[in-house]
Each structure stands twice: as C-alpha cells, then as structure tokens.
C-alpha cells in the first residue's frame, strides 16, 4: 500500500468501540424530521486520485455532533470491499462540517461530499455520498403466495397492529402456521444516534417461531450473531449489509423445516435439522446452514419439533417497521 493510501487510512485507525449502553435517547422514525447529525450519516464512495484505488466509507452518528467513520478498501459491503481490515476514526460537526483530523492528515464532509488532504497535498481523494437500495425491495409476489401483509390490513397476525403510516408494527405472530418456505420482508429501522447496542432499533424475524434472524441497526458494525443479519447466538452473517438507519431493507429467507422420524417406536426424532439460506438486501450472507434441533433462539415462543410454526416478528422497544411481507411455501 503506497503513501497516499497509507495516508488515507490514517484517518481510519481502530479504535475502541463504545459500550453496549442503553442511552433511552430519540427515536426518530421520519427521515424528514431528524436532527443536524442525520445529513451526514450514510454511505460514501470515491477513489485515491493518483491510482484509481476505490474506496467505500460509511459514517455513523452517535449523536451530539459525535460520529464514527469506517473505511473498506475496494469499495462498499457487498460492492467490492475485499472483506479484509477496516479502518476506523471518529469525527466531529463543527460550523456545518464534520471534520475528521489525524497528524497532518484531515477529512472534512459537506454537502454530501468527503474531501481527503494534507497542507501539502489538499485533495488525495473525494468520496460522494450515495443512496443504494435493495434489487429485492418491492418485489411482487409470485403467483401463489401467501400475502402475510401488503399495508391493507394486519388480520394475518395475531395481536398485528399498523402505524398511522400503514406500516406493520413488531410484537405479533403470524396466524397460519408454516413448514418449510421462501420468505420475503421489508423492514425499516430507526434512526437512534444516542442509543448503543441492542437498545439500538432492535426486532428479528423468527422462523416457524423458533430460529430468529437478527434486526438491529448495525450500520458500521462488525457483523455479529446479535446484530443485523446474524442467526442470533448462533452465526455472524458472512458480512454486514446493514444500510443506514430509516432507509428500507429486505430479507430474502429460504427456510427448510427439520425432518423427525415420528414413528411409534422412535417419537419426534429429528434425522435432518433444519436450514437456512438468508440474503440481506440482496446479498447471501448465510448459505445453506444447518441450525440446531435441541433448542431454539432464546427468547423463542415455540420449542423445536416436527410441527408448523408461525412466523414471529419481536418486540424489543423500539419503532421498527415492516411492509410487503410475503412467503411461499415450498413443501
């Protein structure tokens, strides 16, 4: 890596992450009704002016003027970053700009856009802000479906409930019972800067009522099992494709049920665990693996075992929303 890129990075060394504190800060569910701190968080994309070297950065507020920034070589999560070292630094809003400073290096970001420089060389790179989305977002379902919830009525759940919005809120279960099925959500989580850890717009999806995948923002974070995307206690996604906070994401599940030898003489033996293949706004980040018999997600309400479950979307506290629910069931 040359001295420009070194350079760079500079502004991106790791750092000690903050606690997994409960802030009880705001929630903000609107995008246009936010704070000063909302405008700059998001994604980032340029490259190192003198050899073309993409670069991918992701800001994140913390509140209070407060952000953390992190850098992957070769571009985005899930759009070229060679899945090696990140690179990490805080940053501070000051006069309408966030600034990150490290030695003689500074990285300011205004008007959607990162300039990176020294006194000597003031423009090593420009990163512009930009707005992916998923290629699964309002996806129709196909012929034969079952329509969970289309923002037309909550009656599929048990205790379902929609917002003034029309959008689906946690803490309900789905009336009919499923085996094995291809699942399709759209979620959105919300914008939280003063709170930490799973305080931090947190639900999950649960399979037959047994096996959650983790909701959670996780934007910048490592990619854990208890945070966005993860099989939660059980597997970290392959990476983390939590976008920002209030925009839209989708989960793509295909979801095999556990096969049990129910004859007379060996009840309720399982003899296939079962499986799971999960695309987070678009992109596998578990593929085909095997979840546990003996036990369930801990907060499960249904224990495994041969028979259908629900589907269970959880309540933890926070406004999380979800729309264009729909699955197929696939034997």
């Given at each position: 890596m040359n001295r420009l890129i070194q350079l760079i990075?500079?502004?991106?060394?790791?750092?000690?992450?903050?606690?997994?504190?409960?802030?009880?800060?705001?929630?903000?569910?609107?995008?246009?009704?936010?704070?000063?701190?909302?405008?700059?968080?998001?994604e980032y994309v340029g490259a190192v002016k003198e050899d073309g070297i993409k670069v991918g950065v992701q800001v994140i507020a913390l509140g209070g003027g407060k952000f953390q920034s992190v850098a992957y070589v070769g571009g985005l999560p899930g759009d070229g970053w060679d899945k090696e070292q990140t690179y990490k630094a805080e940053g501070e809003l000051k006069d309408g700009e966030l600034v990150i400073m490290k030695g003689d290096a500074w990285g300011k970001i205004k008007d959607g856009v990162i300039s990176v420089g020294t006194k000597e060389v003031p423009d090593f790179a420009r990163f512009e802000?930009?707005?992916?989305?998923?290629?699964?977002?309002?996806?129709?379902?196909?012929?034969?479906?079952?329509?969970?919830?289309?923002?037309?009525?909550?009656?599929?759940?048990?205790?379902?409930?929609?917002?003034?919005?029309?959008?689906?809120m946690p803490g309900c279960t789905s009336v009919q019972k499923f085996g094995s099925f291809h699942l399709h959500i759209e979620f959105r989580l919300p914008y939280q800067p003063e709170d930490r850890g799973q305080a931090r717009g947190n639900s999950g999806v649960y399979m037959q009522g047994r096996y959650e995948v983790q909701m959670l923002d996780s934007f910048g974070l490592e990619g854990k099992n208890n945070e966005c995307g993860g099989l939660y206690e059980l597997r970290d996604p392959d990476q983390n494709m939590c976008f920002p906070p209030l925009?839209?994401?989708?989960?793509?599940?295909?979801?095999?049920?556990?096969?049990?030898?129910?004859?007379?003489?060996?009840?309720?033996?399982?003899?296939?665990?079962?499986?799971?293949?999960?695309?987070?706004?678009?992109?596998?980040i578990h593929n085909n693996v095997a979840l546990p018999t003996d036990r369930g997600t801990r907060s499960s309400p249904v224990k495994p075992g041969p028979e259908p479950g629900p589907l269970y979307l959880q309540d933890h506290g926070s406004p999380v929303r979800y729309r264009n629910i729909w699955l197929v069931e696939t034997k």
């Open positions: 990075f500079s502004l991106f060394l790791a750092f000690t992450a903050a606690a997994a504190v409960i802030a009880k800060g705001p929630a903000y569910t609107d995008p246009n009704n936010t704070d000063a701190d909302f405008p700059f968080q998001g802000r930009v707005y992916r989305s998923s290629p699964t977002e309002g996806a129709k379902p196909p012929a034969g479906a079952i329509i969970l919830f289309d923002g037309k009525s909550a009656d599929a759940f048990e205790k379902g409930k929609m917002d003034e919005h029309g959008l689906l925009a839209w994401q989708t989960y793509d599940i295909d979801y095999t049920a556990a096969e049990y030898n129910t004859t007379k003489s060996d009840d309720d033996k399982p003899i296939a665990p079962p499986r799971i293949t999960v695309q987070h706004n678009g992109v596998v």
